[in-house]
């Protein structure tokens, strides 16, 4: 049996009148792929902003390989092996994909030395099949391009968990191939990963276990086929079209 | 292509012509140089918090002033010259620090007012404190002894070590860990933290940096005039026209500071020579040009399409 090595326990956050995260505990089990669902302003992103130090929780700890993180700030989290890409990507514009690649292995990944980094960096291209555009500024790149980079750039913090949100969102359907092939290679490496995701194509392939999230609440937790005929599920996100087929599919399959 | 050695070779010809100046200037030419060398200190101390962290710091006039007057309280409680400079920077840079610890919490305009006010602040302090520091009236500093030139040389020295020191300190951040992170925080703030940038801490070493050599150089000008007062020694003005300069030329560069002092020092010499009268009015001016024409300063210009448009440089011929 693998271990736990992120855990949220009784989280709750509100923003003004708003429950974003309601009375929410989970668990990621080591080198797992679980995706998190759930219809817009569930509280997905917020809840990685917890799990990250972005927000500091109304109640409740989160926990990282046994230790209370709870009060960690972003930084610290990253430098932990928690790192996460933005839903809206968030790259240094005016430096090279190099160098913001390089920003990932020099701080959080702990290169000893700027020329360290920059050699770490190179690796991480090659592994995310940037390599030609090490030179160009990261401004230059295609929305495609920059969540990739996204990625690169987590990758070279040597992360143990990887926080996606919604890296596929905006791209087309062989860009968004491309991506779930890298995300795989990623998980290949043991590197347990919590996919956001809208696409149920993507969880589906992806995902060894879903969680559901829906008013900040988790309604549903299980393995992808299970919660495709979750009532609630189906209810509060899927609809029922989607479920007739997607259930159906998985009937049969 | 730019060669590597092109900022360092530029900087240090630029250290000769101001070094020289007695050699081959009137004494007019070498107060022009001394005042220039102490600007580019200025600048290039700035240029840590302002260029590299991308925070617009009005402060230098508070370190400056701040400077001034630890420098010369130092002296007349009987610490030799220099060493009272020394004491005066480390002061300065504590300062700094604590100040800045509180005051980078801020962002954009709210950390741009609050370090205008803290020039206010020292200003005002230092002018009730009339048993320390003389008030309104300023303070006597020990001269030197020596003729005017002699001391003029002496000062032009001081101050070019200083900016040769502000210098070296700002191509040791542009090559490390420090440099890369601030780089980080100016362009996005969040990211850089997401990527595990330690913001806070940062952003307080650029400031402190951005404060010592203004305390260095407060000291020094302060021994040099001989008499300080808290309107001279904490000036708004300079408060505005060092951020000016340095982005002029360009702002998070080696050379940028350098040149911008340059090219606004002598800009104003010469309104000062010609207009009197007008002689404020290029401050607004260059802020202007600035805003609207060059963004990233004289460095990021384009000076082969500019030559090219102005037939200065012949087309290449393509090969055939
Ligand atoms: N910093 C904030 N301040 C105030 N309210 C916030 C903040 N961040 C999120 N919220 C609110 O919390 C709720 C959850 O938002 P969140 O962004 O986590 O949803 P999401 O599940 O990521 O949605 P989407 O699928 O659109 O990305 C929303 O109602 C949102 O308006
Ligand atoms: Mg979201």
Redesign the interface.
Known sequence: MSTTILAAERLNQRFGGIQAIDDLSFALKEGEVVALIGPNGAGKTTLVNLLTGVHQPTSGRVRFEGVDVTSQKPYQAARRGLARTFQIVQPFPRMTVLENVAAGALFGGASPSVAAAMDTAREQLEFMELAQFADRPASALTLAGRKRLELAKSMAMRPKVLMLDEVNAGLNSSEIDGALRLIRKIAERGITILVIEHLMKVVMSLAERVLVLHHGQLIAEGGPKEIVRNSKVVEAYLGQKFADRFGGEAANG | MKSRWLPYALFAAWVVVLATTPLWGSNYIVRVAIMIAMFTGLTLSWNFIGGFAGYPSFSTAAFFGIGCYAGALAQRAGVPMVLAWIVATVVVGAIAAALGAIILKMRGHYFAIASIGIVEVARLIISSWGSLTGGGDGLNVPLMSGGPNAVARIFLLVMIVIMIMSFIVTVIVD???LG??L??IQ??E??????????RLYKVIAYTLSALFCGTIGAAHASWTGYIDPSDSFSILMSVKVPVMCLLGGPGTLLGPVIGTAAFMMLEEVFWANFLDYNRAILGAVIVILIFFLPGGLLALRYRDIARRFGLLREPKMAA
């Open positions: 090559r490390s860990r890369f992170g780089r980080c362009q996005n969040d990211a850089a933290n997401m990527v595990g940038v330690n913001n």
